[in-house]
């Protein structure tokens, strides 16, 4: 699957429409091309669909009309037996963490990419490494339950970018960290953007928003708009 070249096609949405009832849409026929290499914030109000949104791109919510290519697949013709290969390729950070309880902080990080086929003693020095620098050196064998929600979040942010994933989906990976740490992670996001990752990332965090010069996407009434973010001129338009 994706070794992406610059100008490679990443995600194709096409007159996407997402309705969890029947009186209303979440939203309504969006149209939109994320290319190798893009970074982009995802904004917008509580409740507008960020997270809909990016549920879409991972294949855990199918959208009630249009198509979704990631990498190339439509995914809604991805089997159940392709989907692990799939989101092997794909960094998800969850809002709520999700993390296994059962298993240490260490192990919940090397398991990301034990599983995608690296030797267990290789994923735990990996795993030890970056845990190191989110600030969790000290507690690398604790489990989940033992930390708190914004260390709960460093351990869910360093086991997507483990990996190294060609595309980062990141919902609120900041939302329960102080200024300090949410701009320290985003030098981590920035890092793997480098290495060439692809990365959408939801946040309600302004202050991060306007301090990178990175476009925003913006869920509105149904509609994704686009925004350069105040780093040029050009004003905000809908995206076709
Ligand atoms: N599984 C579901 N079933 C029914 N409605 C849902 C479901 N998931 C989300 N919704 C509704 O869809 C809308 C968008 O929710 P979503 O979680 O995508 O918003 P969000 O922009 O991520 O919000 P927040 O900023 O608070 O995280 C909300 O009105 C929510 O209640
Ligand atoms: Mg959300």
């Not at 360093?158 to 030098?187: C, H, Q, S, W, Y």
Request: proline share 4%; hydrophobic share 40%.
């Amino acid at each position: 699957m994706p070794a992406s070249t610059p100008s490679q096609e990443i995600i194709r949405l096409e007159h996407i429409g997402l309705q969890y009832s029947d009186d209303r849409f979440i939203f309504f026929d969006v149209n939109f091309s994320v290319f190798a290499g893009d970074f982009y914030f995802l904004t917008g109000k509580s409740g507008v669909g960020k997270t809909s949104f990016l549920k879409i791109l991972y294949k855990a919510v199918h959208p009630s009309l249009g198509h979704v290519h990631v990498f190339g697949y439509n995914l809604s013709a991805l089997s159940r037996s392709e989907l692990p290969v799939f989101r092997q390729h794909v960094g998800l950070i969850f809002q709520d963490c999700r993390l296994i309880p059962t298993l240490s902080i260490v192990d919940n990080v090397a398991l990301s990419i034990h599983i995608g086929g690296s030797q267990y003693r290789r994923s735990c020095s990996y795993a030890k490494e970056l845990l190191d620098w989110v600030g969790l050196g000290e507690c690398l064998n604790s489990h989940p339950d033992a930390l708190s929600d914004g260390q709960k979040q460093r351990v869910a942010i360093a086991r997507a970018v483990v990996k190294r994933p060609a595309l980062l989906l990141a919902d609120e990976p900041t939302g329960n960290l102080d200024d300090e740490n949410a701009f320290r992670l985003m030098a981590l996001f920035e890092e793997l953007h480098r290495m060439g990752t692809t990365v959408l990332l939801a946040t309600h965090n302004n202050e991060l928003v306007k301090s990178f010069a990175y476009p925003k996407l913006i869920l509105r009434e149904g509609s994704l708009l686009l925004s350069d973010n105040g780093f040029s001129t050009r004003k905000s338009e809908k995206v076709q």
